[in-house]
């Protein structure tokens, strides 16, 4: 009978998953995804979710994204789902994602200091003026996040940093 429940339950986790990578769950059903997870976090590795997946999935649930990255961090794999972060567009929710990975688990420095330098040079290809502005100011409070906590340290970004502050003068943060 265990097996055959576990099964189902498994089921339910994979539906709910393909479900959260085209849209946002609603709070119940993050509630389900979360709680299967922290009961059996293997499952994480049955659920669907890929690489290539991650990305739709930070977009449309992005505490679901961290719940599955925080139960994959010891996994061989993490890094191909690092780099899928790393390597997709800057969004308020792939910042959330990495600041909130950043505050609870150790992640490589080079990671850390690749998504920075993708989010400056993301700001400054923006057209939108309003866009930027808004992108900028994130980019200032998670720049501020990651130094104050010393999970970056300045000098290992200063001229793309300096370069950065300098462009965006005009915005106050």
Known sequence: ATMCSETSQGAELRELMAKAFKGAL???EKETVCQELDAD???????GLTPEQLPALVENNPTIAIDCL????SSKQITEYLSAVVSMELSLHSMEVVN??????DLPTEFVLLYVSNCISSCENI???????????LVCVFLQSLIR????????????VQAFCIEFSRIRE
């Open 26 to 28: 609603t709070d119940a």
């Open 41 to 47: 976090p293997t499952l994480v590795n049955h659920c």
């Open 70 to 73: 925080l139960k994959l961090t």
């Open 100 to 105: 909130r990975l950043t505050t609870s688990v």
């Open 127 to 137: 057209k939108d003026r309003y866009m930027q502005t808004r992108l900028v100011r």
């Open 149 to 160: 906590t010393k999970i970056i340290n300045v000098k290992d970004l200063f001229i793309e």
